[in-house]
């Protein structure tokens, strides 16, 4: 109930095309969905976030969408540029107060955006 | 505005023995987690402080133990190391308990790479 499911583990797009990443999630609890950008050999960087109030969120060439009642959501990247080849990682996390937030992360997904 | 820093960058020790990584939480977060990111793998939770007490903890066995200091910085001490130990570590920080929708937000430092030999 704790594991959060992510697809595809690699994609490969042309630069210009819009890779989507999906993930599922079980525990109904969760109310924050980030997601990560990871290069090889740094830390995670936070990319965007979406809590369950809305369906879709927009921040520059980065869209989230969100469906509550299959307890899935996805990122899209539009416009994918060879500068955003990296690991994608979707997690999930709840808080209620005083409780830990830890996050929940999918496997990953390696994007490779060749030029 | 300081991001979340680690020390030190790479580590190399054998089986059996101990070591200390340290992170340095980003400016105003009071909270300090860590993480246990295996090659290939999505990094998993080990345990959280706040307030210099640990606030949850994930599926990891006594011998991964933490500290949090007064300045909101934090170590992870892994005492008799194994072979699966080896990882990178990553430490993040965010501002639990403010109230705001921030809250949830935790920025990562860029780890530590451990090799157990």
């Known amino acids: 109930q704790q594991q959060v499911k992510q697809s595809p583990q690699s994609l490969i797009v042309q630069k210009g095309g819009i890779p989507i990443i999906n993930c599922a999630y079980e525990?109904?609890?969760?109310?924050?969905f980030p997601w990560y950008q990871q290069f090889p050999g740094k830390g995670p960087a936070l990319l965007i976030a979406i809590r369950p109030d809305v369906s879709e969120k927009k921040e520059g060439r980065f869209t989230i969408s969100f469906n509550k009642s299959a307890k899935q959501f996805s990122l899209h990247i539009m416009d994918s540029q060879p500068g955003d080849s990296a690991t994608y990682f979707c997690?999930?996390?709840?808080?209620?107060?005083?409780?830990?937030?830890?996050?929940?992360f999918g496997t990953g997904t390696l994007l490779a955006v060749q030029p | 505005e300081t991001g979340v820093t680690q020390s030190p960058t790479h580590l190399i020790k054998t089986r059996g023995q101990q070591v200390t990584l340290r992170c340095s939480s980003q400016?105003?977060?009071?909270?300090v987690s860590w993480y246990q990111q295996a090659l290939g793998q999505g990094p998993q939770f080990i345990f959280q402080y706040y307030r210099e007490e640990e606030n949850g903890r994930g599926n990891f066995p006594p011998r991964f133990s933490g500290l949090q200091f007064p300045n909101y910085s934090s170590e992870l001490n892994v005492n008799a190391l194994e072979l699966d130990d080896s990882a990178l570590y990553l430490c993040a920080s965010n501002p639990l308990g403010g109230g705001t929708t921030s809250y949830n937000e935790q920025f990562f430092g860029p780890g530590t790479r451990l090799t157990v030999l």
């Open positions: 400016s105003g977060h009071n909270t």
């Open positions: 525990n109904t609890a969760f109310d924050y």
């Open positions: 997690a999930a996390s709840t808080y209620y107060g005083g409780a830990t937030n830890k996050l929940i």
